[in-house]
């Protein structure tokens, strides 16, 4: 799962790493904490428009849906069943990479988990990164029309499942060589496997600075 990311790079950071040109550029700010459940517009670049840099809210609304309030259960994909569920098989080929440069999760230190530590993954250097995504547009009562994605998560690498020790699930982070390939359509089940290189994962508690890392 991956309800909490982390986009701190400034826009000509974006601009010059995904060789495109953000939409909006004034509407774009950095963003340390994002949490999934505000719904909030953070930058994606799409298959359908992809030398450009949009903001889109997290929390995919499918067309067909009444109202919003679906997005509660549509922040995550996971990628073995994208072909099961309703709200994603129609839109299995609306890929998107949605960029971050790190996100968070908590790992459960006792059964019950009300110890918990929580831990900043990112990959080294702190480098900016995408997660693979699926996006669609959504048109409410009074014909206004709101863009949102879903992030597609997998089975949890080596250092996640230590980490994410209840669920044992990570988002998709592409390796750059493969970001086009997600975005053109190529058959998802390509890209199940955990992400298995060069992530670097920080303690966030206050007594505790320090870092795991898993590399190939």
Known sequence: MCYQ??????????MERFN?????LNEYDPIE?????????TPVI???NPTKIQLFNWGLIPSWSQDNSIRNYTLNARIETLNEKKSFK???QNRCLIIADGFYEWQWRNKSGSKKEKYLITLPNEALFAFAGLYTQWTNFDNTKLNSYT??????????????NTKQRMPVILKKEDEQHWLQGENYEDF????????VATALSQNNSGQLGLFE
Not at 5 to 14: P, S
Not at 20 to 24: E, K, M, T, V
């Open 5 to 14: 990311t982390r986009i701190l790079k400034q826009k000509e950071e974006l």
């Open 20 to 24: 495109a040109a953000i939409d909006a």
């Open 33 to 41: 904490f994002c949490s999934a459940f505000d719904y909030p517009k």
């Open 46 to 48: 799409t298959k359908g």
């Open 90 to 92: 129609d839109v299995v």
């Open 151 to 164: 992030i597609i998560t997998t089975q949890a690498n080596e250092l996640m499942s230590e980490i994410h």
């Open 192 to 199: 199940k496997y955990p992400y298995s290189c060069n992530l």
